[in-house]
């Protein structure tokens, strides 16, 4: 199937020149002003402000000497809000408030917005958008400087400066069609229409193969049958529901593709274990997955994700990408260090615009995926993804549901080139979801699946 529409709306590149004798707003460069970028319908964001070092407000670029996009806010938008946008009458608009400094930090925390409430608010930017300009090619709303403040008689109006685009962002779609603890099949979204493209299979290794920790075999990935056979605390499983309960490892996600062949996997190789003298799994003592791919008859490791409890009602989370080198030891690149919400549906993401683009590990692979014609391989697509493939832009994205829930998964259509491509995205947000359960405070239950014992 086709990749889904999506569009990026981005603003970036901020900066601030301050009036040669400022009245009250800004009084130095020390200052951290900052920007709330408000979109309707979607959460505010705000951003520091860099002060301009330029003479003028005459440059049509106070970034230039910068090779990245400097990324302060980003607006996704999917087909549905995409059309609902078209079809509305009204105008839409970015608005973009911009509050005096203090000497304080900047918004290093999610009580950034709040703490404009007590700055004073020294001009609004209202940025048109169009977005039938973007359908199909990125497009520039706004690029340069605009003059805020300055209000009263003789006073000198600061200059903010803004780029505005909205770029096309195609995506696959995936969906789990339960708990991955259920070993469900895993779908291709595109609208209203769901095809079948993955099963899994969750799995509790064996506690004693201490040498599978790493690379576990291929011959161990066998195709699901099914949700495993549940242990309920009577008979002869409850001792080892209560282990597996209180340890909290050993646990896989095996990605097959529909002839049963295995094309990813996500193993956890750290154990979520409660930091000495506290119920809950802790950043200092994180639980770890290794997430896998083929390669030549094996498992390759591809990236670490680890995972710990953060503060009631978080899972902080960092994904680091595996590199093969020359060493012994394999270099890697930290994609993501963040915080999701563990309140109802969060989302993990890896997104690298205005940042320095990664370098990907994608092995030879002609399998068919996306388009339902044929294989794809290096002549079709050039070299790409095949000679020195990077990450850079927006990768993916999933929904961390927990309990009972059906992830999905959105992944950029630059970062697909296979089926083990996609699927190793697929089992990422597999093994972030089950994260969500192994960082709970260890007296709660876990869920039924993550007790049930290894078929």
């Not at 169009?130 to 006073?155: Q, T, Y």
Request: net charge positive.
């Amino acid at each position: 199937m086709d990749p889904c529409p999506f569009v990026r709306i981005l603003v970036g590149n901020l900066a601030l020149k301050l009036p040669r004798s400022p009245s009250a707003a800004c009084e130095s460069s020390s200052s951290n002003c900052l920007a709330k970028v408000r979109f309707k319908g979607f959460p505010t964001q705000v951003a520091t402000i860099p002060i301009s070092s330029s003479s003028s407000a005459s440059s049509s670029n106070p970034n230039s000497s910068s090779s990245t996009h400097s990324l302060a806010a980003c607006f996704n938008l999917d087909k549905s809000q995409i059309d609902k946008f078209l079809q509305s009458k009204k105008p839409k608009s970015l608005n973009i408030e911009i509050y005096a400094g203090d000497d304080g930090g900047g918004p290093s925390s999610s009580a950034a917005a709040c703490c404009c409430s007590s700055r004073k608010l020294m001009g609004t930017v209202v940025v048109p958008l169009d977005l039938r300009k973007a359908e199909f090619r990125p497009s520039v709303m706004h690029n340069g400087w605009v003059p805020i403040g300055g209000r009263k008689k003789g006073d000198e109006p600061a200059h903010f400066f803004l780029n505005v685009r909205v770029e096309p962002e195609p995506r696959y779609v995936f969906q789990f069609e339960s708990d991955p603890v259920c070993s469900p099949q895993i779908f291709q979204v595109q609208g209203s229409v769901k095809q079948a493209v993955f099963t899994c299979k969750f799995n509790l290794r064996n506690q004693g193969d201490r040498s599978s920790l790493s690379r576990p075999s291929m011959a161990d990935s066998s195709a699901p049958t099914g949700c495993l056979r549940s242990i309920r605390g009577s008979g002869d499983g409850g001792s080892q529901s209560n282990q597996f309960t209180k340890d909290r490892k050993g646990w896989t996600i095996t990605i097959h593709d529909l002839s049963g062949s295995p094309v990813a996997m996500a193993s956890m190789v750290t154990p979520f274990v409660p930091s000495p003298g506290s119920d809950r799994v802790s950043r200092s003592n994180p639980g770890a997955w290794l997430i896998l791919r083929p390669s030549s008859g094996t498992w390759k490791s591809w990236g670490r994700l680890e995972a710990w409890r953060e503060g009631r009602k978080g899972l902080g989370y960092r994904f680091d990408l595996l590199h093969d080198g020359i060493t012994a030891t394999p270099t890697t690149s930290t994609l993501v260090n963040s915080v999701v919400s563990t309140k109802g549906r969060g989302k993990f993401a890896i997104d690298m615009t205005g940042t320095a683009a990664t370098p990907a590990c994608s092995p030879h692979s002609s399998c068919d995926f996306g388009s339902g014609s044929g294989s794809w391989s290096g002549s079709e697509f050039g070299l790409g993804m095949l000679s020195q493939p990077i990450y850079k832009g927006f990768v993916m994205s999933s929904t961390v549901e927990g309990k009972g829930g059906q992830p999905e998964v959105e992944i950029g259509i630059q970062h697909v080139n296979c089926t083990e491509d996609a699927a190793v995205f697929v089992a990422l947000a597999a093994a972030v979801d089950l994260s969500k359960e192994a960082c709970r405070s260890f007296p709660r239950r876990l869920r039924k699946g993550s007790q049930q014992q290894q078929a």
